[in-house]
């Protein structure tokens, strides 16, 4: 029925700013919905996406984002992120996008598996426990590389 | 275009998709979900209701719809309809394939 010729989709989450832990989770979910496997990598501020304390409450950025139309010193101000960040999630709810943690569940129970880099969990001084139970493991970029095990394997960095 | 299926003359479109429900009956779906790989069990037959009834109100479909449906959870719905779900499930039912992001 398909046309494609992607076989699995790995992705390498290294940011916590809502528009890119959005894009990745879009990605990964698409490619479920499509019959494509797909796994995420989370890495350095990627991991505040699967921290059990902070996926709540990631923000997008105001500041050295041409694309949010609004001065950088304006982006700056106490309380502008975190407005510009409610907007957001109220627009992404009307189109029944789920909040983090949700898809984060979504995510897993469609068969996306999830790991954490281990480098950064030890860089940022964090434990297993400090990430939500649906990661499977903390695992190195060589062993997220052997997970390339198929051919038409794509690997994207976001 | 049209297609015979279960010895009938069907409109569908380049993806197999029927293009009128109206056409569609169960005998149909059996045979579109036979040419999937997938023998419909009664389990089958709950998730190919709802998303018709979805449809006929003319509410989207989406993952994240299925999950908080109460009829079927997300592991169960990929293992019934394996290789893209809400894709196959739409497609046994006769109604259009979901063209949502999420």
């Known amino acids: ?158 | 275009m049209e297609t015979t299926i279960a010895g009938r003359e069907i409109h569908v479109n380049e993806e197999g998709y029927l293009t009128d429900f109206n056409q569609w009956d169960k005998e149909i779906g059996e045979q579109l979900a036979n040419k999937e790989g997938i023998i419909l069990t009664p389990r089958h037959w709950e998730v190919i209701t709802y998303v018709q009834e979805k449809f006929k109100k003319e509410e989207p479909l989406s993952i994240r719809g299925i999950k908080n449906s109460g009829v079927i959870n997300i592991k169960e719905f990929y293992s019934l309809f394996p290789g893209g779900p809400l894709k196959k499930a739409t497609l046994i039912a006769g109604i259009p394939k979901p063209k949502s992001c999420i």
């Open chain 1, 1 to 158: 029925m398909s046309k494609t010729t992607a076989k699995k989709m790995l992705f390498i989450l290294s940011k916590a700013t809502l528009e890119n832990v959005y894009a990745a989770f879009v990605m990964a979910n698409g490619a479920r919905m499509e019959g494509i496997e797909s796994e995420i990598f989370f890495t350095f501020f990627g991991l505040e996406a699967i921290q059990k304390k902070k996926l709540e409450h990631l923000h997008v950025a105001t500041v050295g984002n041409p694309a949010m139309h609004m001065p950088t010193m304006l982006g700056g101000l106490p309380g502008v992120e975190a407005l510009a960040s409610k907007m957001m999630k109220k627009e992404m709810e009307k189109l029944d996008m789920p909040p983090v943690g949700e898809f984060l569940e979504i995510l897993s129970d469609s068969g996306c598996r999830l790991w954490a880099c281990k480098l950064a969990m030890d860089m940022f001084h964090l434990d297993k426990d400090d990430l939500i139970d649906e990661i499977e493991d903390v695992i190195t970029i060589g062993q997220f590389y052997d997970r390339a095990n198929t051919d038409n394997t794509h690997i994207v960095f976001v």
